[in-house]
């Protein structure tokens, strides 16, 4: 690397050379020199992620209304079984391009990836809510998906900006971020949709928002992440971009065993007593591979549990909801979305450093199992009774939801070198998109399904549809277990 500068930093008795021409160099330097936590960094990851999670079930609350206005069910059951092809088109659309972004992402950077991310969200996301008939809404969703690539490239990010202290806290800052903008989302579309019907002395009929009743939510997100791109300038590269040496494979964590950058041959950290090799096949990286299946069924859970808890809240009475309004919704989610920013950010790093995020993840999913069964005896509830009951089992299920999340970041980050690590998680977005795809979709049609057995001698209801998420939650529990599960050291 003759010609070049370089700087030496003291690290560990050892003098290690950096390369001030590559960005990934520039930030493992400023992670040896600082050892506080690194805030600003944190800020621009919460900011970032949180513009990209908003839309993504923004819609849940008003897509009952949507699609009946819509006029393409012909009985009110069914609104619900078109409702969830449309939450599904997106995840259809993401599982269709993430692992080429993440290919992306470990060859030119992730920087470029998570601008085009905010760009797109920009664009899709407003004609999203212009949307005048069902096939707009499938394909504006869809591409929205499919050319966001975001989400695999920023927890790979999130790995590298931080010090192997502060990993726990980096990914759950991506993970807090993130469910937040799956609870405040919906809380925005809740609040802000059919503007002219709730707010009549504020939008009139006859205005833009009155033409367009779902637009309104779709725009004040769309201005957030023209913000979010601006902020991304602010970002810095974190991919190794050495001439003459294995790109990517050179870390913070790297650096501390080796006093000469290029001497590492693209390897780092173990797995049961074994060197990881960068050149290692993903598919063949089962601590990847079991971290990424578990995530995935988890995902699922997730995201049928989003959609079908917000239907669920605005189904009528008689067919086993509870009869509220999308601004009723909102509220409760906007609680919802307080609460889980607040465990995220002060008692889930403290808890995973203590427990370990298995340990943690495999916990919080047997605690939501009696939550979870608890939902059809909360819809007989009435009142304020109603309100503060399914707002304080919100707020819990959405807590252990994100940190059993956050869990399987850790792991799937930890499985790999940085040069593949764009790559995993693009594979993880891809395998993860298509069991959220299913989520809506199955969940839309067990709902639709559910109430029109009220009268069923076994699991009546929606008691049947909970049942069906127990079984998936505690599926997921067992795959937490050995020899199911491989935790890279």
């Not at 391009?97 to 407003?126: E, H, L, Q």
């Not at 802000?192 to 833009?208: H, W």
């Not at 909102?330 to 298995?358: C, T």
């Amino acid at each position: 690397m003759a010609g070049r500068e370089k700087q030496q930093v003291l690290l560990n008795k050892k003098a290690v050379w950096f390369d001030e021409d590559c960005p990934g160099c520039r930030v493992d330097r400023r992670k040896a020199e600082r050892r506080g936590i690194p805030f600003s960094d944190l800020f621009y990851l919460w900011v970032v992620v949180l513009g990209t999670a908003l839309p993504i079930s923004s819609l849940f609350p008003y897509l009952y209304f949507m699609v009946r206005d819509f006029h393409i069910a012909k009985r009110e059951e069914d609104i619900s079984f078109y409702a969830g092809f449309v939450g599904a088109s997106f995840m259809l659309g993401r599982a269709s391009t993430s692992y080429f972004w993440g290919i992306v992402a470990d060859r030119y950077g992730r920087k470029p990836v998570i601008m085009t991310g905010t760009i797109v969200v920009v664009i899709f996301n407003t004609l999203f809510g212009l949307s005048t008939n069902f096939w707009m809404a499938i394909c504006t969703r869809f591409l929205l998906g499919s050319l966001n690539g975001l989400l695999g490239p920023i927890k790979a990010y999130a790995s590298e900006v931080c010090r192997a202290e502060y990993q726990a806290l980096g990914m759950s800052s991506v993970s807090t971020s993130w469910g937040i903008g799956l609870i405040i989302g919906p809380a925005l579309g809740g609040l802000l949709s059919q503007p002219a019907e709730k707010y009549p002395s504020v939008f009139s009929k006859d205005s833009l928002f009155g033409r367009f009743p779902y637009f309104l939510p779709s725009l004040c997100i769309s201005v957030f992440a023209v913000v979010v791109t601006i902020v991304c300038f602010s970002l810095p590269e974190t991919l190794h971009t050495h001439k003459g040496c294995n790109r990517g494979s050179i870390s913070y964590e790297n650096l501390e065993a080796s006093s000469d950058s290029c001497d590492l041959k693209g390897k780092i950290g173990e797995t049961d007593g074994k060197v990881l090799d960068s050149k290692r096949s993903l598919f063949s990286n089962w601590p990847l591979m079991s971290s990424v299946i578990v995530y995935c069924v988890f995902s699922l859970h997730d995201m049928a549990y989003t959609e079908i808890f917000s239907l669920w809240a605005v189904s009528p009475k008689q067919d086993g909801g509870l009869s509220y309004t999308s601004h009723d919704v909102g509220n409760i989610l906007a609680i919802s979305g307080f609460g889980l920013m607040v465990f995220q950010l002060f008692l889930y790093p403290v808890v995973s450093n203590i427990l370990g995020p298995v340990t943690v993840s495999r916990i919080f999913a047997v605690l939501s199992v009696p939550l979870l069964a608890s939902y059809p005896f909360i819809a007989r509830l009435s009142g304020l009774e109603l309100f503060v009951t399914i707002t304080t089992a919100s707020l819990l299920k959405n807590v252990l939801a994100v940190s059993i999340t956050t869990g399987t970041f850790i792991l799937q980050n930890n499985a790999v070198t940085q040069e593949q690590r764009g790559a995993a998680n693009g594979f993880s977005m891809t395998a993860m998109s298509l069991f959220k795809a299913a989520g809506p979709a199955g969940g839309g049609a067990l709902l639709s399904w559910s109430e029109k057995r009220q009268g069923a001698t076994l699991l009546p209801g929606v008691q049947m549809v909970f049942f069906i998420l127990i079984v998936i939650e505690v599926i997921g529990i067992i795959m937490t277990f050995k020899p199911f599960l491989a935790v890279p050291k």
